[in-house]
């Protein structure tokens, strides 16, 4: 295994000689480049945050390797920060606490200057309170959409108690339009649609076509629940303040589903005819069988066609991390060739690489982790109880990707160098310092490191680079000089 140690004075050849031990016959991920005086490299495996470190108080500082800050927003303390949406110079952030507090919504930030972006407002709708994953705006357009994650499910009540404010009543059944197109600080809400009959549980996965007028929403059911609840839908937002839903498809339309299969996560090919989306095992005990991702023609959607509809094209499974499997789905072309990166969130695999040229054929190609997440170093962790499972990502370019960032919970932002996707490569890393003593501290509250779970934007006029923390907020960052080989190439 490669461990990571800054370097000075007399210990540099011992140092070096002993990295270099350690990293014979363990992981070749990590991309060697010099330190920087500035930089505060890990001290453990890849991506871990060690218990000596948080007894220590190291880990309170952070953790960077080829990568610096360039502005920073606390957003006022608040915490319970979770998913990012962008448009033009702003950022949005929203929160999981669903209650009443002042703080609690989704947060503009005015990012005019990456040096000091400051909270513009909060906008405090049911659905602003409690959206969760569930953002995202259409680039194309400035039509953002948002709903919330049901409270009141089983499975959500597992993970987050039963003591939910009222508002989950109203804000799992909802999902509102808002207008950014004019004036991006100030969030315009111009339709609210109801969901109560297709998603009884909530709604969890979003995704907005390239062109900005269908969004694609999912659900996560609870175990118990029959594979007709796990819905996947189109809704038409071409007219913004007249949502609607336009066609569906559920687990129940596969005769091999087995009853423990749910959505997750998605994303779209940039035609928008070709819609691929993650499938989970619904937090369930019965054996896993269909966990991956399937793909979906969805050109009759697109082009709205009469009796518009989902159309399954293929599948792809696998086993190798415990019961999430298909969480996060990454499109991106890379030398001409169309590539999904798949991330699951749960100990083992994190990112499986499957070429889709074919999408009715897709098959794994190659597999990528940290070493923290990598079972193989499950004892050596097995005391931090920090969460090292990927989570979100973000890419510098669709249509020509050479990096995939990922939100890798306690693990911090990871840079992968994804030119060769069969063989990704890490150059840079940055796990901001840790922000205790928020207002809020529910799911991922940490007071001796930071969590990472949001989508990542890539500037690619500046090189910016934007993500949301959990506890610390809203953050610019930026590569360096350190940082190992890469094709950035902005802002340098």
């Not at 929403?217 to 949502?243: E, F, G, N, Q, R």
């Not at 687990?251 to 087995?258: A, G």
Request: charged fraction near 15%.
């Amino acid at each position: 295994m490669r461990r990571y140690h800054a370097l000075t004075g007399a210990l540099l050849a011992a140092s070096v000689f002993a990295a270099f031990l350690a990293a014979c016959g363990g992981n070749d991920s990590f991309t060697a480049a010099p330190l920087a005086a500035d930089d505060r490299p890990e001290t453990g495996l890849q991506g871990q945050v060690p218990i000596a470190d948080q007894n220590s108080g190291r880990s309170m500082a952070g953790y960077r390797k080829g990568m610096t800050l360039v502005g920073h927003s606390t957003l006022m303390d608040r915490g319970g920060n979770m998913q990012l949406a962008w448009y033009k110079h702003c950022a949005y952030v929203d929160n999981g606490s669903a209650g009443d507090h002042p703080l609690e919504g989704l947060a503009v930030v005015d990012v005019s200057d990456p040096k000091q972006p400051s909270l513009a407002r909060i906008v405090s709708s049911p659905t602003g309170r409690n959206s969760w994953e569930g953002l995202e705006v259409g680039s194309a357009t400035g039509v953002m959409v948002a709903f919330a994650t049901s409270r009141t499910d089983p499975l959500y009540v597992s993970l987050f108690g039963s003591d939910n404010p009222s508002v989950n009543a109203i804000a799992a059944d909802a999902l509102d339009v808002y207008d950014v197109s004019q004036d991006c600080r100030n969030p315009i809400r111009v339709a609210t649609l109801s969901t109560r009959d297709l998603f009884p549980g909530g709604m969890h996965g979003l995704k907005i076509s390239p062109d900005g007028k269908t969004a694609y929403i999912s659900t996560i059911k609870a175990s118990a629940a029959p594979a007709s609840l796990a819905t996947l839908a189109a809704v038409d937002i071409s007219v913004p303040s007249s949502p609607k839903i336009i066609a569906t498809w559920n687990w129940s339309d596969d005769p091999e589903n087995t009853g423990a299969e749910a959505w997750h996560d998605g994303d779209i090919s940039a035609d928008g005819k070709t819609l691929y989306w993650g499938t989970v095992s619904s937090f369930s005990a019965a054996p896993v069988k269909h966990t991956g991702v399937r793909a979906f023609d969805v050109g009759s959607i697109q082009d709205r066609s009469a009796n518009a509809s989902f159309k399954l094209l293929g599948k792809v499974d696998w086993t190798d991390c415990g019961d999430s499997q298909g969480h996060t789905v990454q499109f991106a072309n890379i030398n001409s060739t169309p590539y999904l990166f798949a991330g699951a969130e749960c100990p083992g695999v994190q990112f499986h690489v499957i070429p889709v040229g074919d999408p009715s054929h897709m098959t794994v190609a190659a597999t990528y982790t940290t070493e923290a997440s990598d079972p193989k170093n499950a004892a050596a962790v097995a005391n931090d109880n920090v969460t090292y499972w990927g989570h979100y990502t973000g890419v510098d370019n669709v249509s020509d990707a050479t990096t995939l960032f990922v939100t890798w919970y306690g693990s911090g932002l990871r840079l992968l160098d994804v030119r060769d996707p069969l063989h990704i490569r890490e150059f840079a890393y940055y796990n901001p310092p840790a922000h205790p003593n928020n207002v809020f501290c529910g799911l991922m509250c940490a007071t001796k490191n930071e969590y990472l779970m949001s989508d990542v934007r890539y500037d690619t006029k500046s090189g910016n680079i934007w993500f949301a923390g959990v506890n610390g907020g809203f953050y610019v960052a930026h590569i360096t000089a350190s940082a190992g080989p890469n094709g950035l190439t902005a802002g340098r």
